[in-house]
């Protein structure tokens, strides 16, 4: 399958599944908001009602919000644990989505609450496993970044001349950026492994991710390059527009309320087209096999087989017993 085939692929299963995309949606907006409401209660709780805190809160302005919590009296360490607790749920909340969407696009069929909420419970411990192995490797990546940087300023820390010291900085996030999508995009893989082939293998899945990758590198890169250049393309008209509309009134502070939900709903749907299209393209051989083990399973037990009758092979005396020896062979059934 060529790239567009499976991006195209991708775009008709993610079309048949509109409702998935809002529940993504709504787990990336509800802890937003409860996060949201978490930061503004340092700034509100210290200038209280006055005209101040009023105006700044109209206009959402950031920079006074970041200014009063890292200047406020009281104890940040709460507020702290609690938006890391809150991201940590977050992320779990998205893993558990995650396992339901990968069912469905796995198996190709449109969305249904039954599939999709089934296929969360069976796959969402596999994909925790899974993301909990993949983040040594985010480490190495971060890692690698700061070994180049400290390489770097030895080299050319100590010279004159800023250039050298400037485009290795340049390389040095190159190549962070490189194998920083590597890893992403080998867990996506992994991720499509363990469900479309019912493996719990996660350590296997995620090495043997970088394995098809590198059997398909052209289809699996560039394919994971087209579907970044549509996240680019959705954040440069976002970002243009955001910066073009200054927040000088209530209504341009909602209108662009309201532009930022689309852009959280467009990041939903193209998080899931990644999945869709890279299903797509891995192909779905082994969940079409599953999917017809399963459609036999219901039907054996909608109509069951007749029950099997056992013949004595040798009757015995007084019929103490069915036989004195085995049977060679296993009974039929009547």
Request: net charge positive.
């Amino acid at each position: 399958m060529t790239i567009f085939q499976a991006l195209g692929r991708g775009v008709t299963d993610l079309n048949h599944s509109r409702r998935m995309v809002l529940l993504f949606y709504a787990a990336a907006t509800v802890p937003a908001i409860a996060g949201a409401a978490i930061v503004m209660t340092v700034p509100l709780g210290s200038l209280g009602r006055s005209t101040w805190a009023t105006a700044m809160a109209g206009s959402l302005d950031l920079s006074w919000i970041v200014e009063t919590f890292v200047q406020s009296a009281l104890p940040a360490m709460p507020i702290v644990a609690a938006l890391v607790g809150l991201a940590a749920l977050a992320r779990l909340l998205q893993l558990f989505l995650l396992s339901g969407a990968l069912q469905v696009f796995g198996a190709g069929e449109p969305y249904t609450a039954e599939m999709f909420f089934a296929g969360c419970g069976r796959n969402f411990w596999r994909i925790v496993r899974l993301a909990l192995f993949s983040l040594l490797f985010f480490a190495a990546a971060l890692a690698l970044h700061a070994g180049l940087g400290t390489a770097g300023a030895k080299l050319w820390g100590e010279g004159n001349e800023a250039t050298p010291l400037v485009h290795w900085s340049w390389f040095t996030y190159s190549v962070t950026a490189i194998t920083l999508g590597l890893c992403s995009l080998a867990f996506d893989y992994a991720a499509i492994r363990l469900v479309t082939d019912g493996s719990r293998k996660a350590m296997r899945a995620y090495l043997g991710a970088f394995g098809t990758i590198l059997r398909a590198p052209g289809r699996t890169l560039g394919l994971y390059a087209v579907l970044w250049l549509i996240v680019l393309l959705c954040l440069g008209a976002y970002t243009g527009v955001s910066q073009v509309l200054a927040q000088s009134s209530m209504a341009i502070v909602i209108l662009l309320f309201v532009m930022r939900q689309c852009a959280v709903l467009a990041r939903a749907w193209t998080r899931l087209l990644f999945y869709s299209s890279q299903c797509a393209m891995y192909g779905r051989p082994t969940m079409c096999a599953y999917s017809r083990i399963a459609g036999r399973l219901r039907i054996a037990i909608a109509k069951p087989a007749a029950p099997v009758v056992s013949w004595p092979s040798a009757p015995c005396f007084m019929a103490m017993r069915s036989s004195v020896a085995r049977p060679c062979s296993l009974p039929g059934r009547m």
